[in-house]
Every structure is written in structure tokens, then in C-alpha cells.
């Protein structure tokens, strides 16, 4: 199992697109990106069954934001696109969730060690 590894945040203005990578097993498993604001609980943000690449996203993202994975499925990244002030969170990646679709924190075992996104207006 390889333990998750994030990189890619920063800041950025309102309008603007981020892409956040992450390691992942190259076996099939649920890779999931959640995001906590100060003050406010961790969150649920997309997940990934990388067996297939069948996805799953909040609907505070729908349609912004776009998970994917390499060929040899050994990295994921999170595409963000239109991002908004309300995005600004540390993010993170984790594995092993189940069920895939549910992004609930606490169905994932590994966790990275986050990466901060700031989106400015």
C-alpha cells in the first residue's frame, strides 16, 4: 500500500485553476481528496475507484472539478477549475475508502499530509 503523498496547492484568485497530484497503489483501490477550512470539518470532495476510473464529486464541485488518474494508475490528480474563495482548504488525499461513492473521511484508512489551497478574491 502506498501511503498517500499530495502536492500541487498554492494560491490562486477567484476564477483560476489548480491541479493537485497524488501517489497512489498502482493495485485497484478508492482514492479519495478531502478538504478542511478552518473551524470546519474535514469534507468530502471526489473520490476515484481506480480500478475503472469511475468517480464520484461533492456538489459543491460538480462541474469544476475533475478527478483522474495516469496509465499506470500510479498517480491521481485534481483538476480545479473556477475555483472560488469557499475552496480555500487544506486538502487532502487518502486511500482505501469504501464505499468508493460515499467520500466519508471516516471510510479511508491512509491519509497524506495535506496540501493548502488559497483562492483570493
Known amino acids: 500500500q502506498v501511503q498517500p503523498v499530495e502536492s500541487g496547492g498554492g494560491s490562486v484568485l477567484a476564477g483560476g485553476s489548480l491541479r493537485l497530484s497524488c501517489a497512489a497503489s498502482?493495485?485497484?483501490?478508492?482514492m479519495g481528496w478531502f478538504r478542511q477550512a478552518p473551524g470546519k470539518e474535514r469534507e468530502g470532495v471526489a473520490s476515484?475507484?481506480?480500478?475503472?476510473?469511475?468517480?464520484a464529486y461533492a456538489d459543491s464541485v460538480k462541474g469544476r472539478f475533475t478527478f483522474s488518474q495516469d496509465n499506470a494508475r500510479t498517480t491521481v490528480y485534481l483538476w480545479m477549475n473556477s475555483l472560488k474563495p469557499e475552496d480555500t482548504a487544506m486538502y487532502y488525499c487518502?486511500?482505501?475508502?469504501?464505499?468508493?461513492?460515499?467520500?466519508?473521511?471516516?471510510?479511508?484508512?491512509?491519509w497524506g499530509q495535506g496540501t493548502q489551497v488559497t483562492v483570493s478574491s
Open positions: 498502482p493495485n485497484n483501490v478508492c
Open positions: 487518502a486511500s482505501g475508502g469504501w464505499p468508493c461513492s460515499w467520500l466519508s473521511p471516516m471510510r479511508y484508512a491512509d
Open positions: 476515484i475507484w481506480t480500478g475503472d476510473g469511475t468517480t
